[in-house]
């Protein structure tokens, strides 16, 4: 496989690993300040989503690194 085809699979993991990952960290940070009755006072519950939606970001980057690279690698059948 070649260095461009390994190149573009890394970065389309990175992109659509950091979009799931975002979309899945905003949902569980909204299901969190609606179970915890998370404080609005000054925006405490914004801020929580916000941490939530960054930790399923990089959480996702890895995950979609990961699964580029199991797929760009040479099969050995």
Same mark, same amino acid.
């Given at each position: 496989?070649?260095?461009?085809?390994?190149?573009?699979?890394?970065?389309?993991?990175?992109?659509?690993?950091?979009?799931? &990952?975002? #979309?899945? &960290?905003?949902?569980?940070?909204?299901?969190?300040?609606?179970?915890?009755?998370?404080?609005?006072?000054?925006?405490?519950?914004?801020?929580?989503?916000?941490?939530?939606?960054?930790?399923?970001?990089?959480?996702?980057?890895?995950?979609?690194? #990961?699964?580029?690279?199991?797929?760009?690698?040479?099969?050995?059948?």
């Amino acid at each position: 496989m070649s260095l461009a085809r390994r190149l573009a699979f890394a970065v389309l993991g990175l992109t659509l690993g950091s979009a799931g &990952g975002g #979309v899945a &960290g905003l949902l569980a940070g909204l299901a969190y300040t609606e179970i915890a009755a998370t404080s609005g006072f000054e925006g405490y519950s914004g801020f929580v989503v916000a941490f939530w939606m960054l930790g399923g970001v990089v959480i996702g980057m890895i995950a979609g690194l #990961v699964v580029a690279y199991r797929m760009a690698s040479p099969r050995n059948h």
